[in-house]
């Protein structure tokens, strides 16, 4: 199937034969559906902190905060192109709808607005309004990430959606006085997150008395997967080379499997808001946060008792216990028969792993996995943040299940990846590789198959212990269209 040109293609890329080969096997064969038992809701799979619980948290958060490696995670590599898809038709179409009115008639209120009036020498005009906004020689918004845009207005002044992250991160993912942020980027566009971030930090530091420290990292070009045509043959360029696409936020589990950090807060890059709205956030990250620790005492006391070399069977029964009571972990069938040994291994395996607490918001109506219920392959039922593509929408039982979702994931992750030994683990052992995505594309007017991994906050995270617990809807607050800025929440006070 691949000729010697192809083979040194795959390994300049970091690749290998066999890993290819798996995934031409993923197109041939499809990824099974997930099999879902039931919804996660309150009371089932989900905590509701009360006002008490959640500042008791936030207490226990504070007071170790100083103890643990912190830092900041923000997944900021996509391009904000699909912000500007009906400005875009109005320009090089002429295809106005509503929202190209709405655009041209609140400008003003844009926190963008007076960088544009510059690039546009004040004109006002609807083509000007778009060309400034969109075209390179303009302030070319189209062609840059969300990290990048001005989001928010402060009287003169604005703030992009990092330069809100950084004022985040001085909340809670501070140190001593010292702020940890890692952003992944697209190599492209990682001299002007630099330029940005050189521009605005001193004056942060100074505002909020800390010091930052910044990471990026690009998603790997080893973690694209390869595209095929429709007969699941490998889709080639028009020079003869194989085409490989970019493989969805899963790849960056790789990045986050590089992070040296105790308490990781992983947050979407457009998911910000002005200060005045950013008290409710930064509370239920530190809650969040709190708990995670928390958990994390008892599986890490737990841990060390089931790594001593005698072991007694009250060890596992509690162990075990803990697993299901408050880790929401449901052991295989007939597991009450197994020998000791096996129920040693099993509660060593299931004790030792990841740990994520994952913000959830009642669901009102956005795109996003929801909290369920799921059977494994291993027999046990865990929880998981399941897509609806995910979902066998034919079986009307699976279907039913879905709907039943109270709640849905706005990416409010806060993880911890070590171990009691202060070791890292890898993360790519706890990911389910069953749980990728097929889609179609087009290159060059031909149809193509892509492939993207396991999502990172799904099936890269199948096998972590897991914790869901509701937050407030004001702490989800995504730009998805550029008109999503004029919303309340994204206009000042």
Request: hydrophobic share 35%.
């Amino acid at each position: 199937m691949f000729t010697d040109k192809d083979l040194t293609q795959i390994t300049k890329r970091g690749s290998d034969v066999e890993t290819v080969n798996q995934q031409i096997d993923n197109f041939k064969s499809g990824f099974p559906f997930l099999k879902a038992e039931k919804a996660a809701t309150i009371g089932d799979g989900m905590l509701k902190l009360d006002d008490a619980e959640a500042e008791r948290l936030v207490k226990f958060f504070d007071d170790q905060a100083s103890k643990k490696k912190l830092v900041k995670f923000v997944p900021a590599s996509g391009a904000a192109s699909r912000m500007f898809k009906s400005l875009f038709a109005a320009k090089d179409e002429g295809k106005a709808d509503k929202s190209v009115d709405q655009y041209e008639s609140e400008i003003a209120r844009f926190a963008f607005s007076e960088s544009l009036k510059k690039v546009t020498g004040g004109k006002t005009d609807r083509q000007s309004l778009l060309e400034g906004l969109l075209n390179s020689d303009g302030l070319n918004y189209g062609s840059l990430p969300k990290g990048l845009l001005e989001f928010h207005k402060y009287g003169s002044i604005s703030r992009t959606a990092v330069e809100e992250h950084m004022v985040e991160g001085a909340s809670y993912a501070n140190r001593n006085g010292r702020v940890r942020l890692h952003f992944t980027v697209s190599p492209e566009h990682k001299s002007k997150f630099n330029a940005l971030i050189k521009s605005v930090k001193g004056n942060y530091e100074k505002k909020y008395g800390v010091q930052y420290n910044f990471g990026f990292s690009v998603q790997k070009p080893a973690t694209d997967t390869i595209a095929v045509g429709m007969d699941n043959e490998p889709f080639r360029n028009e020079d003869g080379s194989l085409l490989f696409r970019p493989a969805g936020h899963g790849a960056l589990l790789e990045n986050l499997n590089e992070q040296d950090a105790d308490v990781i807060f992983i947050k979407n890059v457009d998911n910000v808001v002005p200060d005045h709205l950013k008290g409710e956030t930064i509370k239920y990250k530190k809650a969040l946060a709190g708990l995670l620790l928390e958990k994390q005492k008892k599986l890490f006391n737990f841990a060390r008792r089931l790594d001593k070399s005698e072991v007694t069977a009250y060890t596992v029964s509690k162990a075990i216990s803990f697993l299901k009571n408050e880790m929401n972990l449901t052991t295989p069938k007939g597991f009450r028969n197994w020998a000791f040994e096996d129920k040693l291994a099993f509660a060593r395996k299931k004790v030792n792993r990841p740990i994520r607490v994952c913000g959830m918001v009642k669901n009102v109506g956005e795109p996003g996995g929801g909290p369920f219920w799921a059977k494994n392959e291993d027999g046990t039922i865990s929880l998981q943040i399941v897509e609806s593509a995910q979902f066998d929408m034919k079986n009307k039982k699976q279907a039913a299940i879905f709907q039943e979702a109270t709640h849905f994931n706005p990416v409010d992750l806060i993880v911890s990846t070590k171990n009691y030994k202060k070791e890292k683990f890898d993360l790519l052992k706890f990911r389910d590789p069953k749980t990728g995505f097929i889609t179609e594309k087009s290159q060059s007017g031909k149809t193509l198959k892509a492939q993207e991994l396991p999502g990172l906050w799904n099936g890269a995270m199948a096998d972590w212990n897991t914790l869901f617990v509701e937050v407030p809807l004001i702490t989800f607050n995504p730009v998805k269209t550029v008109n999503d800025l004029l919303r309340n929440e994204h206009q000042p006070a």
